[in-house]
């Protein structure tokens, strides 16, 4: 498209807006925030951080191209012929300018060499000069002077030839760097005109990141289409009474369901309860006090299930179900949602990391001479592949979702 600079810098974080923007208009949810995360929320009623990696490693890499394509030198439509030619004459001239490089060297070395000779003969010449004159200062006989002389003449005669040649030589190195100059200039102007017919390439390390986040996708679909119900969570009811003889008073909450585990969170309003008793079938909680009970959150080990709360004291019922995304969801453990996991905080900060820094990477070299966005090292994509192979594994295992 050939815009300015700054236009792919808007581009790089406006195109990730704008597609998270549609996902949330899209998201056949109620309400902005269920909308909102729709995209990086598991079956199991929690923010994935599996998923949270694939989405933000995949609008990533859409700004990234978009941003690349938007500034780069207008691209033009050609036939396959005319593709084929193009790369045929960028190759020409790009090994013509290697041929001239080339020829350039050996100028430069001859030119090198020639100098040396010349400098080396200039030497002895003089050390030739040099014995005739002690030839004649010693009275030698006259055939030994004459032989000096010879001696010196020719070594002068081998200079004379040295300089010639070096000069000869150094003023062929003027030519060679203008034909390398010029030749370099065709392979430019061959090569450019070559990628004008291509877009911005994706190197395959940051396709597999993409390719990982599509496989994510369909695999926890099929999951989900294939699992039993048995281990979903649900709620049937729940009842708050006051606890006799207690001071400030406190409160039991009461909540009954099917498939609760043997462990897990109760948070009425954001605050923690106290459990006092957890099973399958049954939870008994403690609240310091009854002042609000709008929204119940329960995380089991077989999904996170949360519920409006009507009325209050034994009026208290279950209302419809809501879902509540909370960012500790990305670093609960699995198994033991009352427990943060370590290894899911290691891959957020390793995610949050790599991506800045490809992204900074990537604003910094940002041209309208960019054919191919950088690449990543591959251990980035394999640490990513395992997570979301964890990510589906427990998923598989677990066979949870969200209750109703």
Known sequence: MNLPLWAGYVAFFAVPFVLWTIATVSAGKRGF??????????????????????????????????????????????????????????????????????????????????????????????????????????????????????????????????ANDRARLSAATGPARLALARTEGEARSATATASSYKWVGI???????????????????????VR????????????????????????????????????????????????????????????????????LIVDTPHGKVSHQLTGTGAALALGPARTRYEFSDLFRDDKSPIELSLMKFQMFGWTVVAIALYAWFFLDNLSDHLTVLPTVDSSIALLTGVSQTGYLAGKAVSGAKPGP
């Open 33 to 162: 925030h269920e909308r909102a995360f729709a995209l990086i929320a598991g079956d199991d009623g929690r923010l994935s951080l599996a998923r949270l990696q694939a989405l933000s490693w995949t609008l990533v890499i859409f700004g990234a191209f978009v941003a690349a394509m938007v500034i780069r030198d207008r691209i033009v439509a050609g036939s396959t012929e005319e593709i084929g030619r193009a790369q045929d004459a960028a190759k020409a001239a790009t090994e013509k300018a290697q041929a001239a490089r080339t020829a350039l060297e050996k100028a430069l070395s001859d030119s090198i060499a020639a100098q040396t000779a010349e400098t080396t003969a200039v030497l002895e010449a003089k050390v030739a000069d040099a014995y005739t004159a002690q030839v004649q200062a010693a009275g030698l006989p006259t055939v030994e002077i004459t032989e000096a002389g010879k001696k010196a003449a020719l070594a002068h005669a081998t200079a004379v030839v040295a």
């Open 203 to 225: 190197p395959p390390e940051l396709l597999l990141l993409a390719g990982i986040a599509i496989g994510s996708g369909v695999f926890s679909t099929l999951i989900s289409s």
């Open 228 to 295: 039993s119900e048995e281990k979903t969570a649900r709620l049937e009811s729940a009842q708050l009474t006051p606890v006799a003889g207690t001071n400030p008073p406190l409160y039991q909450l009461t909540i009954r369901g099917r498939n609760l585990g043997g462990s897990g969170s109760v948070r009425v309003d954001g605050r923690n309860a106290a459990v006092k008793e957890w099973t399958d079938i049954q939870i008994l909680a403690y609240l310091p006090d009854r002042a609000t009970t709008e929204l």
